[in-house]
């Protein structure tokens, strides 16, 4: 089977090398001439564990194309993705301009029966909008199905997400269509991938209440942190005493810094807008959302309550930029907000992380980049730990103590045994804990 993806960015990429994968023939475009030149090197515009040798190893078999050439890729592709930026505007609602402009380029060069499927996360309705404006352009006779199969792929394990989901979702409203795209997944229905398929408004729903959900249950233990710290509990071990209850789960039950990433932030946003545009009050998700405003706030609130709200002639280290582990993306990220809330409280800020610094650099420009953790400490009054990458998990302590001038320690990962911190003498200070 022949498939096209339109659009090469995050989803796109993942999603054309996954497929070529499963031994599927695929051919990525953008119409970024630049990125199809430096694919074709395979070259990856960002940072995820693995894409490199799929692309690499599927490209060189002969299953996986990237071209800025959409007409061509979509008159031999069977299956045709959307995988562009619905980017979040003024209001919350996700910017459809390029959905919109795929599916009329898409519509030109309709010359046989297509799938035509959504990939990207769009709002309730998307699907039938791309219908009409296909049937409005198409030439006559030609036809066409609609699909809304939404992705679930976490940045920096997206291949492993793509390879074994929890499960696939497909809307549609044609039995041809159902079938086609269960073919194209059959791979994962040998692994009995459980498949949901429904309708398109439901299919494109999912995502949107997935994600809200997950948002919301992390604003509920962030939340639940500042509770402990006022009765002396435990917030690790009330996430898992909570979350061995089949009913709850334990994942995304842990207190930190707050949520950030390109989707929870924008994705909630849009839900209270899809939600407020058809008269629903969707209260929680709302406080979701400001329970998290106040958590990134507070990180650096906690610094200044303890170091004192001047920090002219301080020097913080921040261990970790990107606002999750094994990704480079720094957008949302809560060690940005951090660093320049202690920079106008007059810090100095010496900054590590292991993949995230060549994005951080313009939107840091004061801040000092440093080799490794170690150097990053050197001098510091405080270390502040905001991502948790496994290379920070088990420093040498001892030798960070020595190099430093103070030794505040602030683990908003809750990474570190607080006694063992401690011991070693620092002024230690983690989320939720006593
Ligand atoms: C999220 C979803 O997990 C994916 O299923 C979805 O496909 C994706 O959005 C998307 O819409 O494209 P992602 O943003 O890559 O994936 O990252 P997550 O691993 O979900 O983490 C999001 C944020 O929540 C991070 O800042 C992370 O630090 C924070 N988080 C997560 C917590 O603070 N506590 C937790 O327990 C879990």
Not at 53 to 71: K, M, W
Not at 77 to 96: K, W, Y
Not at 147 to 172: H, K, Q
Not at 237 to 247: N, P, S, T, Y
């Amino acid at each position: 089977m022949h498939i096209a993806v339109i659009g090469s960015g995050y989803v796109g990429l993942v999603t054309g090398a996954c497929f070529a994968e499963f031994g599927v023939t695929v051919t990525c475009v953008d119409n970024d001439a630049e990125k199809i030149e430096r694919l074709n090197q395979y070259k990856i515009p960002f940072y995820e564990p693995g894409l490199e040798d799929l692309v690499r190893r599927n490209a060189e078999q002969g299953r996986l194309f990237f071209t800025t050439d959409l007409g061509a890729a979509v008159s031999e592709a069977l299956v045709v993705f959307i995988a562009v930026g619905t980017p979040p505007q003024e209001d919350g609602s996700a910017d459809l301009s390029y959905v919109e402009g795929v599916a009329r380029e898409i519509a030109k060069h309709l010359t046989s029966y297509k799938v035509i499927v959504t990939k990207s996360t769009v709002p309730v309705g998307t699907g039938e909008r791309v219908r009409s404006l296909i049937e409005a352009e198409r030439k006559e006779g030609v036809d066409f199905d609609i699909v809304s199969n939404p992705e679930f792929l976490r940045e920096g394990a997206a291949i492993e997400d793509f390879m074994r989901p929890n499960r696939v979702i497909i809307g549609a409203r044609s039995q041809q269509a159902v079938a086609i795209m269960k073919d194209l997944y059959r791979p994962l229905y040998l692994i009995e991938t459980p498949f949901v398929i429904t309708n398109v408004e439901t299919a494109e729903l999912i995502k949107y209440a997935a994600n809200s959900f997950l948002a919301v249950k992390i604003s509920f233990i962030n939340e639940m942190s500042r509770l402990c710290e006022q009765v002396g509990a435990d917030v690790n071990v009330v996430a898992k005493g909570m979350g061995l209850d089949g009913r709850i789960g334990a994942k995304f039950l842990h207190a930190g810094a707050g949520f950030g990433g390109s989707c929870f932030p924008k994705d909630t946003r849009a839900m209270l807008k899809i939600a407020a545009d058809h008269g629903v009050p969707f209260e929680i998700v709302r406080a979701a959302i400001s329970a998290n405003e106040r958590q990134v706030a507070r990180n650096a609130e906690r610094i200044l309550a303890v170091m004192g709200a001047d920090l002219k002639n301080m020097s913080i280290a921040v261990l970790g930029l990107s606002f999750k582990p094994n990704t480079d993306d720094i957008r949302e990220a809560p060690a940005l907000r951090l660093i320049g809330q202690l920079q106008a409280a007059g810090a100095a800020i010496r900054a590590y992380d292991p993949v995230a610094m060549d994005n951080a650099r313009n939107a840091l420009p004061e801040v000092r980049f440093c080799r490794d953790a170690y150097d990053a400490c050197q001098g510091a009054d405080a270390v502040v730990i905001m991502t948790e990458w496994n290379q920070f998990r088990n420093l040498d302590l001892a030798r960070i103590k020595k190099s430093m001038r103070s030794a505040f320690f602030f683990d908003f990962r809750n990474v570190y045994d607080p006694a063992k911190v401690r011991a070693e003498g620092f002024e230690y200070r983690s989320i939720g804990r006593p």
